[in-house]
């Protein structure tokens, strides 16, 4: 008898599987959880859902339609994760007490994983946009600059499905707070992507980039830095400002948003594209912060510090003009037909992903303001199979996750308060109560009481 050699499956290195790996990286104790909700001022700890991560098939990536999927949320929590450990992070009250977890977050075993799995999870994350966008027949800057023009027009008509989202809700200043938490994700570290396209010699312009760049950082002054600027916005809401506090509030739209510059930048065969999107984020960001602020005052009037909106407002009108003129049209200018459609490229991705982030927002913002409605449909679904079962204590780590199909949550024993928003009131559900979670919205499950178990029904909502 003979045996064949079985092929190896397409995510397989010495390192073991993409998924092995990724565990492995989860596993670490910095990785597990604790039990508060939000995270304490520690930016190198974070909830990775290690229990949940032996789930996901690592070698079917999402397609265009999955980018809310388990598997999805799963791979950019760890990307994002992976990404700003090539940033540095310090937590303001200085090290003292966290000096392990500094040297375990960049130490030799982690950056031995990552290293070893970064690429096969970023051509995992984002390997749903390859089909999702056509650049063919893009060849000259006019054609480009159409294109753009066009993609910068649409995203401006319309109204952003999360800011109406926000506006529709019964309790409008959770919703709100859920829109800031998304943006926090690159407000408290904001413009980190673009420092990877600083270096090098690349002309005027990297000079154009660079003054963008330095607008970011305040032209070096520390209170006018947009991070710190956004920082105050979180301050006026008495929300935290750490990194990365409500770390498990952050939803895949918005982690995959702010992971795509992450993968533009870190690739330097990616660079046009690079160029192509940063043009569409500057250029889209200035009406984008005009209408957050109307819904914004319209909700808290002058109690919220929107000094953040209105310098954006103001100065991206500024950095959409000269991404445009001095580095997309340059770019295509000088370098010609051949980086035309990389340009182009960079310019759609960022409007699918851009997309991606409104809509998943406002489905969150949706669902976790009609539990009352999600439990009657709890009673209306019809669910099949045998539960998966868990059990919990007030000393459980505290995560959030989601599924790629709706379920019916119920409570066997005990009690359980359910999180759906960074600052909304938690759901009490006692024994018997059962609520319906819609595919892909994010939620969390705390005990109530010393032993809370819990049921997970596959449901069809009815
Ligand atoms: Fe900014
Ligand atoms: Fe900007």
């Known amino acids: 008898m003979t045996v064949q050699p079985q092929a190896p499956s397409p995510g397989r290195t010495a390192g ?10 989860a596993g670490s104790p910095l990785f597990r959880g604790d039990a508060r909700v939000l995270h304490a001022p520690n930016p190198y700890r974070r909830m990775l859902v290690p ?3 032996a789930e996901p098939d690592f070698d079917r990536p999402p397609g265009p339609a999955e980018w809310a999927s388990h598997r999805s949320l799963a791979a950019h929590r760890l990307l994002g994760t992976f990404y700003e450990s090539e940033t540095v992070l310090l937590p303001e009250q200085g090290l003292s007490g966290l000096y392990e977890d500094f040297s375990l977050f960049y130490g030799r075993e982690l950056k031995d994983l990552r290293e070893g799995s970064v690429s096969a999870l970023e051509r995992f994350a984002f390997a749903c946009l390859d089909d999702a966008v056509d650049v063919s ?3 000259t800057p006019d054609v480009l600059d159409a294109f753009f023009q066009h993609m910068v027009a ?4 319309g109204p952003s499905p999360a800011l109406t989202a926000i506006a529709a809700a019964d309790d409008r200043e959770s919703a709100a707070d859920l829109y800031l938490v998304q943006l926090a994700l690159d407000g ?5 992507a673009m420092s990877r396209n600083l270096a090098g010699a690349y002309g005027p312009e990297q000079s154009a980039l660079f003054k963008v760049f330095i607008d970011e950082f305040g032209y070096g002054v520390h209170d006018a830095k947009h991070t710190t600027i956004f920082a105050k916005m979180l301050r006026s809401r008495s929300m935290a400002t750490h990194v990365h506090a409500y770390w498990n509030f952050y939803l895949a739209g918005p982690l995959a948003t702010n992971n795509h510059y992450y993968y533009l930048s870190r690739d330097h065969a990616k660079f046009f594209r690079y160029a192509g999107a940063v043009t569409y984020a500057e250029a889209v960001f200035a009406p984008a912060f005009v209408e957050m602020v109307k819904v914004f005052r319209d909700i808290f009037g002058d109690s919220v510090d929107l000094h953040y909106c209105d310098e954006h407002a103001h100065i991206d009108e500024h950095h959409g003009r000269i991404t445009r003129e001095q580095v997309l049209l340059a770019l295509a200018e000088r370098h010609g037909p051949r980086v ?3 340009l182009l490229r960079g310019v759609a991705e960022a409007r699918l992903i851009g997309g991606w982030f409104e809509d998943d927002t406002a489905a969150q913002i949706r669902w976790s303001d009609t539990l009352p409605r999600h439990r009657e449909l709890a ?3 019809t669910t099949e199979g045998e539960p998966q079962r868990f059990a919990l204590t007030p000393e459980s780590p505290f995560g959030t996750r989601n599924h790629d199909r709706a379920v019916v949550l119920e409570i066997e024993r005990g009690e359980a308060e359910l999180i759906t928003t960074p600052t909304g009131p938690p759901e009490r559900m006692a024994r018997g109560d059962a609520v319906l979670i819609p595919a892909g919205r994010l939620y969390g499950v705390r005990a109530a009481t010393p032993e809370t178990a ?3 029904h596959a449901a069809s909502p009815g």
Do not use: Y
């Open 16 to 25: 073991g599987t993409l998924g092995e790996r990724l565990l492995a990286f």
């Open 51 to 53: 229990d949940s991560l």
């Open 137 to 139: 027949g893009a060849a």
């Open 154 to 157: 649409e995203a401006a008509t």
């Open 188 to 192: 408290l570290t904001e413009a980190s």
């Open 340 to 342: 035309v459609p990389e």
């Open 379 to 381: 009673a209306a679904a």
């Open 454 to 456: 819990c049921l997970l």
